[in-house]
């Protein structure tokens, strides 16, 4: 065992003083995590919303109440104003959309709140304007605006007294209007008559239960064991794909540096030295898999100190961080054994695993890709790494749900062991 | 000490060593003189046990598998191509492989010590191996072979690329080592280190050894005779004359003579030379050309090695 420790310790001083490959290993992850974690809106603020610029030419209660609404939705950043400090105009904010400073913008014109909460007559409808850019968010933004809007409605029904003074309402313009059909007009009197009698006699509380009531038809239920366990900011989803980025540099270092024993020679003083084959390969595994527990953990710990990132489950941390640690160093030996030449291995590294990092979430996040690529991302190591460090973190997997990820992760490794230490032991000195 | 019998290896349609026999005394400082290609990194890799021959028997001190660890503790080896960490000093480099060994404590200290201050780099331990001259990387080569106390020494193409002091230094650490009891198998294409530093050479051709013997003893066999050319004096004598006194000097009369510039072989150059003297036949000029491992070498390969 000391003989492989002596190994292992060879190869990181070595790396101690390799300032590019500790770059890729130390300094590039961690650039990854804060720059991808602070464009997709860091720990708050506003830059990982909808940004919708909002112009409203009819300051009625209606149109108040409807921005509002806007206001409080998760999804938006509502700007009034633009950056000078000017209250949005319809030409304002369509400039802002096309130069690309915000998403979309949306004018509620005059006369909306008027109609708005009218029953019979037509409204003014809202203008949405979206950048064609943005076409991935546009759906998004249709579900939003269409759920407020909706929510007016229901605000209307599920109130008795307000419902009640809308019908009068209506029931008193509809006897000033003129030129309607008289028939339209008398179902339309007999209608509101009877839903002001219905909503006049109603207690204030029964409409809750009314078929209006959206939560009736749709319940929101967590997705996560507890309501605290979901990321409470980018950084707890872009430190775990940064982990996977520190490991593929590992993997290309320390496969190099097998290569190199070979190439420049050191191998044959290692293979005329009393170690066998697989004391070398132990120790030089024993390197990569140091540093990668090392890199992973110390990631985590300055997401944690920086961003407050969590661990809910410390020891489904070190199990996430140990299997993940082991899948790589299998892989970097699979690649050491494939590769004749360090151009040969940073090649290939690049052309397998950089795909396979990407499919597997290290760079978009898995829940923005379409179906088909989530279910080819499970040939990834990457998606089971980042999986295994999220279900520690923030979603509250126990073990035994941890078991799957971590367990394709070791199978993963330990196969790469296997056909790494096959090809290398075929290898001339 | 090592005993190699007919020895084969190929690397596909190459037949790298052709049925090599040799027996390396303990305490020998043997040589494997060839062109590049002939064969000997290929020799010495498989004496080393790095590589396997494809048929013929190896035994290094009684054991017949020079992969066995105890077999491979008695063996040091100075690669062809320097085998060090750039980015480790002077001293790691030793240190590291050391620890390999199992050397610990004292002992280590002591080994690291040696090894440095026989390569003449104990002032710069603590360098980094990138900032060294070739030189000095070959000397840290050599001295990483020795940190284990082997008693057999590989050392192959040990002067490739070195200076002539760095040069003249590693003659001198081999002949120390040599002096020590160190079993030496020393490869190289240099005939003047093979004359100097061993005790007995293998000429190698294409896999094959052509010859194997003392220096002394292959020049005998293949070197051919001395040639003597000089300028005479005598210059009033006729060309008969001159001819006839020169037969009766030495004795021989199978010489040129061309305008007072005689040509003679011999296996005794020196004694024509004083019989000419006696003689009273005077020399302007005298040359002395005596055969050596090149004319070994070219009587036996048909080519020169320097011109490889």
Not at chain 1, 227 to 238: I, L
Not at chain 1, 391 to 418: D, K, Q, Y
Not at chain 2, 178 to 198: K, P
Request: aromatic share 8%; with cysteine; net charge neutral.
């Amino acid at each position: 065992m000391s003989r492989i420790i002596t190994v292992a310790f060879k190869d990181l001083t070595v790396l101690r003083r390799e300032k590019e490959a500790l770059f890729w290993i130390f300094l590039f992850p961690l650039v990854f995590a804060l720059f991808f974690g602070f464009l997709s809106g860091g720990g708050g603020g506003d830059r990982g919303k909808l940004q919708l610029a909002v112009v409203d030419e009819d300051h009625s209660d209606g149109s108040r109440v409807l921005l509002d609404k806007l206001r409080k939705s998760d999804s938006l950043a509502v700007y009034d104003e633009s950056v000078a400090g000017t209250p949005f105009t319809a030409e304002s904010a369509r400039n802002s959309v096309r130069r690309g400073s915000l998403t979309a913008f949306l004018i509620v014109p005059k006369g909306y709140g008027e109609t708005a909460e009218s029953f019979w007559q037509e409204g003014k409808p809202l203008e949405l304007g979206i950048d064609p850019a943005r076409t991935a968010e546009a759906g998004m933004l249709d579900g939003v605006l269409m759920q407020t809007i909706y929510s007016d409605m229901q605000d209307q029904f599920t109130d008795p007294k307000k419902a009640k003074a809308n019908a009068d309402k209506a029931l008193a313009e509809l006897d000033k209007a003129s030129g309607m059909d008289p028939q339209q007009k008398k179902l339309l009197k007999d209608f509101l008559g009877d839903l002001g009698k219905f909503m006049g006699h109603a207690n204030p509380g029964a409409m809750e239960h009314s078929p209006f009531a959206v939560e009736n038809k749709l319940k929101k239920v967590p997705v996560l064991l507890e309501e605290e366990n979901k990321p409470r900011s980018a950084f707890e989803v872009t430190f775990p794909s940064s982990v996977t980025w520190g490991m593929y540099g590992c993997i290309i270092t320390f496969a190099i540096s097998i290569v190199s024993e070979r190439t420049k020679g050191t191998l044959i003083r290692l293979r005329m030295s009393p170690l066998s084959w697989a004391e070398i390969v132990a120790g030089k595994g024993l390197a990569c898999f140091l540093v990668s527990v090392f890199v992973a953990a110390l990631l985590m710990f300055l997401g944690h100190l920086l961003f407050g990132i969590r661990v809910e489950n410390l020891l489904g941390l070190a199990l996430a961080i140990i299997s993940a640690a082991f899948c790589y160093t299998g892989l970097m030996m699979a690649l050491a054994g494939f590769g004749k030449t360090e151009k040969a291995v940073s090649g290939s590294a690049a052309a397998v695993f950089m795909p396979l990092a990407m499919i597997g979430g290290g760079m978009i996040p898995l829940a923005f890709m379409p179906a088909w690529m989530q279910t080819v991302s499970n040939i990834s190591p990457t998606k089971w790494n980042i999986v295994a460090l999220e279900g520690a973190i923030w979603r509250g997997n126990s073990l035994v749900e941890m078991l799957l990820p971590c367990g394709v992760l070791v199978a993963i490794g330990a196969a790469g062991f296997g056909l790494g230490v096959r090809f290398l032991s075929r290898q001339k000195v | 000490m090592i005993q190699a019998t007919e020895l084969h290896k190929s690397f596909g349609q190459l037949h790298a060593v052709r049925g090599i026999s040799l027996e390396i005394r303990s305490g020998e400082t043997f040589g494997l003189l060839g062109a590049n290609g002939a064969g000997k990194s290929t020799t010495i890799n498989l004496l080393a046990g790095l590589m396997e021959p494809d048929s013929g028997q190896i035994v290094i001190d009684g054991s017949t598998d020079p992969t066995r660890r105890e077999v491979r503790r008695q063996i040091g080896i100075a690669p062809q191509s320097l085998a060090l960490y750039e980015d480790l000093t002077a001293e790691e480099n030793i240190r590291f492989l050391g620890k390999l060994y199992g050397l610990a404590g004292n002992k280590l200290k002591e080994r690291i010590e040696y090894s440095l201050t026989l390569s003449g780099l104990a002032e710069r331990r603590k360098e980094l191996v990138t900032q060294f001259s070739g030189g000095m990387k070959r000397r840290l080569n050599l001295a990483a072979a020795l940190v284990h106390e082997p008693k057999v020494l590989f050392l192959d193409e040990p002067t490739v690329g070195v200076d002539p002091q760095s040069r003249n230094r590693l003659f001198d650490n081999i002949r120390e080592l040599a002096s020590d009891g160190i079993t030496i198998l020393y490869t190289t294409h240099y005939m003047e280190e093979a004359e100097r530093l061993c005790d007995r050479v293998a000429i190698m051709e294409q896999g094959q050894i052509l010859a194997l013997d003392r220096v002394d003893g292959l020049i005998d066999q293949y070197g051919g005779l001395a040639v003597v050319e000089a300028e005479l004096k005598n210059g009033h004598l006729d060309a008969a004359q001159q001819r006839s006194s020169l037969a009766a000097a030495i004795g021989k009369n199978d010489f040129q003579l061309e305008a007072n510039k005689l040509r003679l072989q011999s296996k005794e150059p020196l004694e024509d030379v004083a019989r000419l003297a006696q003689a009273g036949i005077g020399l302007k000029t005298l040359r002395l050309e005596r055969p050596d491992l090149e004319t070994v070498f070219l009587n036996l390969t048909g080519r020169r090695l320097r011109d490889e």
